[in-house]
């Protein structure tokens, strides 16, 4: 967890309320990854970024959910509208320069009631 | 696309003997293989991979080994110890930009 920090850490919204959740690397890397985790669907790949480029968003699940990286030091990942399905723990993860090695963040927990 | 299967889901052991995770996956370009260990209210923390070049991989009381032509790779973990109760995921990559593709967890429990 030390080289990523997500904020909020918890996050309870009513449905059709603006998600933001944020991200922002404190250890060099090349690509950042956003994760969703359910007990039915397992740990999902949303989207990642390579040098602040989006590369592949094949996992976002619709056009509710947007992500940006405006510089190499953060990104949020927003949902709009959310929905009470969005509930989930969602990470940010790091890959340091041209290592395979993926290194995640301790997780936002959203609870859309 | 990419498809990793990991059994099994829940294992349960006595502390001092051996934990054996398996995973296979579909698409024989992978060429990277990490095992993630999850604490509750934590996120995966990565313990050890494997590349396609390498048949085993020993840390400690940790060990990884892929057979490539049948598609699969395992953990074993020797010596079990109550704080190696966890949930562990395996996964598989192909190495285009680092996607990983996740097998579905195993819970681990360590009985004292």
Redesign the interface.
Known sequence: ?AG?IQSPRHEVTEMGQEVTLRCKPISGHN?L?WYRQTMMR????LI?F?NNVP??DSGMPEDRFSAKMPNASFSTLKIQPSEPRDSAVY?C?I?PGES????????TRLTVT | GENVEQHPSTLSVQEGDSAVIKCTYSDSASNYFPWYKQELGKGPQLIIDIRSNVGEKKDQRIAVTLNKTAKHFSLHITETQPEDSAVYFCAASNNQGGKLIFGQGTELSVKP
């Not at chain 1, 397992?42 to 790949?45: F, T």
């Not at chain 1, 395979?100 to 997780?107: A, H, K, L, S, V």
């Open positions: 967890d990523v690509s990854f397992g740990l999902e790949l990642y390579n590369i592949d990470f993860a890959k395979d090695e993926q290194y995640f963040g301790p997780g």
